[in-house]
């Protein structure tokens, strides 16, 4: 079936740090992939998404793109700061069904 | 807008008592989900509705979990009887339709059993 893996966490930076969190998939077809963010006391929240292969989704200085030759959708964020500490989870949806798959999620620590 | 609202936020039970959880959606969304995520883990789905009918309900334990969305809007989770390994995060979150890329997660309730 799908799944998706993700990089074990915690992660802890220092603030302005370059992130990457790394998240590969299995599934059939042409999936959708999407980073969720859960930021601490709140819900899930949707962060960015990409539909099809060489898509960009970005939102908030993050960035991932959809690569299908590695199955990667790696997250990359250029200068971080203490706001963007959160969990952050990986997350694919097959081409023929309504169902997300979430990895198992990245704790992100930002040091001031 | 208002957001998703579960109640309650926590809830402890001593094994083999009874639950029960509710969901109220962002309105005019029709697709309605209920997750569970266990610690260390990401959200796995329980049940899918589309208004008041269910479309996915293939990974809800159905000897102890029963949901249901009366009149397409709220929606209750029950586990009877709770065994310790159902201890986790029950999340709710809901769409526009089955088809939107987006959910919108409520904050959760997070559930002990003791």
């Known amino acids: 079936g799908d799944s998706v893996t993700q990089m074990e966490g915690p992660v802890t930076l220092s603030e302005e740090a370059f992130l990457t969190i790394n998240c590969t998939y299995t599934?059939?077809?042409?999936?959708?992939l999407f980073w969720y963010v859960q930021y601490p006391g709140e819900g899930l929240q949707l962060l960015l998404k990409?539909?099809?292969?060489?898509d960009k989704g970005s939102n908030k200085g993050f960035e991932a793109t959809y690569r299908k030759e590695t199955t990667s959708f790696h997250l990359e964020k250029g200068s971080v700061q203490v706001s963007d500490s959160a969990v952050y989870f990986c997350?694919?949806?097959?081409?023929?069904?309504?169902?997300?798959?979430f990895g198992s999620g990245t704790r992100l620590s930002i040091r001031p | 807008e208002a957001g998703v609202a579960q109640s309650p936020r926590y809830k402890i039970i001593e094994k083999r008592q009874s639950v029960a959880f509710w969901c109220n959606p962002i309105?005019?969304?029709?697709?309605l989900y209920w997750y569970q995520q266990i610690l260390g883990q990401g959200p796995k789905l329980l049940i899918q509705?589309?208004?008041?009918?269910?479309?996915?309900d293939s990974q809800l334990p159905k000897d102890r979990f029963s949901a249901e969305r009366l009149k397409g809007v709220d929606s209750t989770l029950k586990i009877q009887p709770a065994k310790l390994e159902d201890s986790a995060v029950y999340l709710c979150a809901s769409s526009f339709t089955g088809a939107s890329y987006e959910q919108y997660f409520g904050p959760g309730t997070r559930l002990t059993v003791t």
């Open positions: 509705f589309q208004n008041n009918g269910v479309v996915d």
């Open positions: 599934a059939t077809g042409y999936p959708s």
């Open positions: 990409a539909t099809k292969a060489d």
């Open positions: 997350a694919a949806r097959g081409s023929s069904a309504s169902k997300i798959i």
């Open positions: 309105s005019g969304h029709a697709t």
